[in-house]
């Protein structure tokens, strides 16, 4: 049994940290006071070749297996965990459906310029009355002749108000639940499709997340992308496991960034003439932290080698989803304790970490849906 | 316009440093960076290389876990790069050092070479003015600013207070200083090229040296015993009158601690 990266994964996660260090960081406070998507940054980052992570290399991708873009997501995320839902938004949900089943046209248009961050992708699955239970889906896709006429409302949609291009949910059949559902390709300027109110949220600033409207959107009938009608949850099952252990992956990026600070100031402030960190109980938060963050990384990272070998891996990916968030929830708040009254005033970054870590909670599945998910696996329905 | 750079892993300058229980070695966490100095000389090298063409291949003297320093040269555009791997000879004195990586240059041919100032980890910045002067080459030290044309170099050298300008014929050994340039960020092709590079590894022996040479007791300098720097004791605050408290301030700096 080997636990260790590889020499090339050890490579990569040097330079992803380096990078994230010197681009990211620096800025992350700014972009969540701003609270504007941060375009400068976007540019250079995305120049870099970033959100071609997970494609062939013959289309510009980097190929990069499960395990290796995990590091990636960890990493980007301990910099800025609005900026990180931004870029992964691209990487992975925002750009899946369209590699896996747009025609060459449609990856020519869409892919390839969202791969070189020139499109700014999204996926549309939740609405005011549906976000993990996807079978209430009320967007419609009715079939026009050789058109599908997609009509409804999406909310809390990462990126949506810029989007260039969105994967849409939508039902061609109410009737029949979720095996009704099929994803859809909506090209910014198509008549009908507007952004519509953006969130002010508590954390995660910077990326903007917001209602997205159809109204009549007319698209031809190529834009379904699914290779058969009403498989779409089938497909989404594809990255479901992915899309969970990437949560958990950024949710120790948070908890990595939270830690970071935590540990500096225990080694820096001085109380009754030592620093804190000298204290037993300052001590045992940090045993506490550092055990529970390594036992959610290697959940995160053996599920992540789980999906890379294509062993059964939904169990396990749900757990680290759930787990990680968890710990990183302790460790942020942790963090806040040990900076005393300092975590409390916007000037220093721990209230920061605080607030992003709760969005956590809800991508990727909330943890009482995952939870008795998990209990249906392991004692059955 | 062909370019050799000298790069050196050293310990991050955030990794945890210990004296040792003999006090003649150091117990340093096992964090790698590559050498600041030397990241300005790898920019440098590739922007000459972008302006006239040629290549850059970058040289280093180390244990195994230098080759990260050279793929992350590969990474940041560097065409080549070999490894002299040797962790007992690495860690010797500069004239080892220099004598290793001399025996390397002088099967390359090169119009430039370029390295940092100094290493930061042990800061004796000693190995560029030794390898220039084994191969019988010019050396301008410490340079901010660096132009190439018509077989010649044009660089700017810091100087305490000043700046020099020298005329220089190639080739020529340069060491960057702070301010040369900011060195860029990877590119995901550069990654991804260097993830994959076989790094070719040269041992002592290759090199016509011999492995007792690597033996401590036949480096030039000894290091006696590692001193840790004097405990920083706390800040003393002197009330009173602004000029009262600055003559106080005098008469501790002058008296109690001898300082000026």
Known sequence: ?381 | MDIIVLVKQVPDPEALVEIGASGKDLNIEPKFAVNLFDEFALEEALRIKEKHGGKVKALSLGGPKAMEALRTAIAMGADEAVLIEDDAYAARDGYSTALALFKALEKETFDIILTGRQAIDADRGEVPQMVSQMLGLPHVGVVVKLDISDGKAEAVSSLEGAKEVVEVALPAVFTAQKGLNEPRVPLITGVMKAMKVQIPKLTIEDLGLTKDMAAPENSKTQIVRYLPPKKRPAVQLIPGEAREAAAEAVRILVDIERVI
């Not at chain 1, 260790?4 to 994230?20: G, L, M, R, S, Y």
């Not at chain 1, 960890?74 to 609005?82: K, L, N, P």
């Not at chain 1, 507007?194 to 997340?209: E, F, H």
Request: net charge negative; proline share 3%.
């Open chain 1, 1 to 381: 049994m080997d636990f260790a990266f590889t020499e090339e994964q050890q490579f990569f996660k040097k330079i992803i940290t380096d990078t994230v260090d010197r681009m990211v960081v620096p800025r992350a406070r700014e972009i969540d006071e701003k609270d504007e998507f941060p375009w400068e940054l976007w540019k250079e980052f995305t120049r870099l070749g970033y959100l071609g992570l997970r494609y062939p290399e013959e289309i510009g991708g980097m190929n990069a297996d499960p395990v290796t873009a995990m590091i990636f997501y960890e990493q980007i995320a301990r910099g800025s965990v609005g900026f990180a839902q931004s870029v992964i938004m691209n990487i992975l949900m925002g750009t899946y459906f369209v590699y896996r089943f747009g025609s060459q046209a449609i990856k020519e248009r869409c892919l390839y310029p969202a791969m070189r961050g020139e499109k700014i992708a999204t996926m549309c699955f939740t609405e005011d009355q549906s976000g993990s239970d996807l079978a209430a889906t009320r967007t419609t896709a009715v079939k026009d002749g050789n058109e599908w006429v997609i009509n409804g409302t999406k909310m809390w949609i990462t990126n949506g108000p810029h989007a260039d291009i969105a994967t849409v949910l939508a039902t061609t059949d109410p009737s029949l639940g979720a095996k009704g559902l099929n994803f859809f390709l909506v090209e910014k300027g198509t008549p009908g499709f507007s952004p519509g109110q953006i969130l002010d949220k508590l954390g995660c600033r910077g990326t903007v997340t917001g209602e997205l409207v159809f109204d009549n959107v007319r698209i031809p009938e190529e834009n379904l992308l699914g290779a058969e009608l009403n498989k779409g949850v089938e497909y989404l099952a594809e990255i479901l496991d992915e899309v969970r252990v990437m949560t958990a992956a950024m949710a120790m990026g948070i908890a990595q960034a939270a830690y970071d600070e935590g540990l500096e100031y225990a080694k820096k402030r001085i109380a009754f003439g030592k620093p804190i960190g000298t204290y037993q109980l300052i001590r045992a938060k940090f045993a506490d932290m550092a055990t529970e963050m390594e036992a959610s990384r290697l959940l995160i990272y053996s599920a992540a080698w789980k999906i890379k070998e294509k062993l059964p891996s939904r169990l396990e990916a749900a757990m680290a989803k759930m787990f990680a968030t968890e710990t990183c929830l302790k460790v942020v708040d942790e963090v806040t304790r040990i900076w005393g009254a300092n975590a409390f005033a916007n000037e220093y970054n721990p209230q920061r970490h605080f607030r992003d870590a709760r969005f956590l909670l809800y991508g990727g599945g909330t943890h009482e849906i995952l939870k008795d998910f998990m209990g249906r696996m392991l004692i059955g329905k």
